[in-house]
């Protein structure tokens, strides 16, 4: 199938569509834009910026991907925006560019960011991430895979959400939360491991058991995060993936874990 563009829809010449793209009435596509085979852009939608788009996406009415940086130390120059396949941006979203020139703001593939959310400028998403409506990334947030994130919760500058992780609606998140765990609250605090989660996503009675160990180890023993992390290094199943990707985690942290309940 041909490219579909609504002749009321405004394609800058220097724009590069891929085969199969659609474009709807009044939408708009900027001159810098590469928009890969197959993306669907609704009714007055807006892609524009130093900005790369995979395949099969779809952006609904009002989102506007490919914005300047809301950050005021942007200094102009050439920062970007690149985005994989298969992402789904619902209505009135908004993802921002870089600020430093020649950086990125990054996205994954099969991510769905739902209605009135924003993905500000520097933040690294991964894959398979769930953003529920009226959800907010501050500047340079980094999301691992399989995230789910509630209704309303905002999540501080330079926090880090681990892979298979869940935020409550409403919930702030001031510090990163690890690996495998649900936070909630305002602040988050961790509440349990992401237990329906981890089994819709198919892990084992070993792997939930590996991380019924961190959990308890992090969580329910006393430890101060040290003391913590050495326990977990010196544990029988320290050579899991599961055990090597927390510490992995933990060792990059910058900002500290959110604390439990």
Request: with cysteine.
């Amino acid at each position: 199938m041909a490219r579909q563009i609504h002749p009321t829809a405004i394609v800058e010449p220097q724009a590069e569509l891929g085969d199969e793209v659609v474009v709807g009435a009044y939408a708009y596509i900027g001159g810098q834009v590469v928009i890969g085979d197959g993306t669907v852009l609704h009714h007055h939608a807006t892609v524009q910026g130093n900005t790369r788009m995979g395949k099969q996406g779809e952006v609904f009415p009002f989102a506007c991907i490919g914005m300047k940086t809301h950050d005021l130390k942007y200094k102009g120059g050439e920062p970007g925006l690149i985005i994989g396949d298969r992402n789904v941006f619902r209505e009135f979203t908004s993802v921002h560019m870089a600020t430093k020139d020649g950086e990125l703001t990054r996205m994954g593939d099969d991510n769905v960011i739902l209605a009135y959310s924003h993905i500000a400028h520097d933040c690294i998403v991964g894959n398979h991430f769930v953003m529920s409506s009226q959800a907010a990334l501050a500047g340079h947030v980094i999301v691992e895979d399989h995230v789910n994130i509630g209704w309303g919760a905002g999540v501080h500058q330079f926090c880090r959400i681990g892979m298979y992780a869940m935020l409550g609606a409403m919930a702030k998140v001031v510090q990163d939360v690890p690996p495998y765990v649900i936070a909630d609250g305002n602040p988050a605090v961790v509440r349990s491991i992401n237990k329906v989660g981890l089994e819709r996503s198919d892990f084992t009675v070993a792997q939930l058991e590996a991380i019924k160990q961190i959990f308890r180890t992090v969580y329910r023993q006393g430890l101060n995060r040290a003391q913590a992390l050495d326990a977990l290094r010196a544990h029988a199943l320290a050579e899991t993936p599961e055990f090597k990707h927390f510490l992995a985690f933990a060792a990059s942290s910058q900002r500290g874990f959110a604390p439990s309940r």
